[in-house]
Nanobody, 128 residues
Framework: QVHLVESGGGLVQAGGSLRLSCVAS????????AGWFRQAPGKEREFVGY???????????TYRDSVKGRFTISRDNAGNTVYLQMNKLKPEDTAVYYC??????????????????WGQGTQVTVSL
């Protein structure tokens, strides 16, 4: 079992930045593919971005269209922490953000069912 813990959420004005972090409490995240999802009230959980596991021949990242150029996913050097850097935030980015880890090591994982482990979520609120 992998327990994921997110941090870094909060309230920010439109145009501001936040950095979310995700760590695994008992195991290293480096061996898993990782993704970020978000869920706004009354909406389904949606894909935000993905990063391939540490040790891949090339590090692959991908993002939903609405965050491309604003959000960046990365890992620390040890691969134990996954970050979501969010810049130029918009009110429509307001949601609970979830970190997820997958034992699937190939392909771009952009569906919730492809992930095995989830964090508890962290609230991001962007005001006008």
């Amino acid at each position: 079992q992998v327990h994921l813990v997110e941090s870094g959420g909060g309230l920010v004005q439109a145009g501001g930045s936040l950095r979310l972090s995700c760590v695994a409490s008992e195991q290293t995240l480096s061996r898993y593919s990782a993704g970020w999802f978000r869920q706004a009230p009354g909406k389904e959980r949606e894909f935000v971005g993905y990063i391939s596991r540490r040790g891949s021949i090339t590090t692959l990242t991908t993002y939903r269209d609405s965050v491309k150029g604003r959000f960046t996913i990365s890992r620390d050097n040890a691969g134990n922490t996954v970050y979501l850097q969010m810049n130029k935030l918009k009110p429509e980015d307001t949601a609970v953000y979830y970190c997820a880890a997958s034992e699937i090591l190939t392909g771009v994982l952009d569906e919730p069912y492809e992930y095995d482990y989830w964090g508890q979520g962290t609230q991001v609120t962007v005001s006008l």
